[in-house]
Nanobody, 125 residues
Framework: QVQLVESGGGLVQAGGSLRLSCAAS????????MGWFRQAPGKEREFVAN????????YYADSVKGRFTISRDSAKKTVYLQMNSLKPEDTAVYYC??????????????????WGQGTQVTVSS
């Protein structure tokens, strides 16, 4: 069983930056593809980015490409989402997720095995 705890959310002005963290415990961290998703009020949960076990392969949603960067620190069992040039439309609850897999695809939300509780990101205009 893997537990995921997100942190780093908050309120920021448009154009600002935030870094989200997701600390994992339990399981073997290197066995999991790690992903970030977000869900805005009244909308479905959407894919943001994911990263393979080594950090050498990543996928991004088109809406965040060039602004967000996903990374992982295996020693700390932590995955990060650096968010720059934030826009009001980035406002959402951001979730960390883990999928047991030894290869990476742009997996759907329902294909992930474990989820964190989410952290709120609010971008004001």
């Amino acid at each position: 069983q893997v537990q995921l705890v997100e942190s780093g959310g908050g309120l920021v002005q448009a154009g600002g930056s935030l870094r989200l963290s997701c600390a994992a415990s339990g399981g073997t961290f290197s066995s999991y593809v790690m992903g970030w998703f977000r869900q805005a009020p009244g909308k479905e949960r959407e894919f943001v980015a994911n990263i393979n076990w080594s950090g050498g392969a990543t996928y991004y949603a088109d809406s965040v490409k060039g602004r967000f960067t996903i990374s992982r620190d295996s020693a700390k069992k932590t995955v990060y989402l650096q968010m720059n040039s934030l826009k009001p439309e980035d406002t959402a609850v951001y979730y960390c997720a883990a999928k047991a897999a030894n290869y990476i695809l742009k997996w759907r939300a329902d294909q992930y095995d474990y989820w964190g509780q989410g952290t709120q990101v609010t971008v004001s205009s």
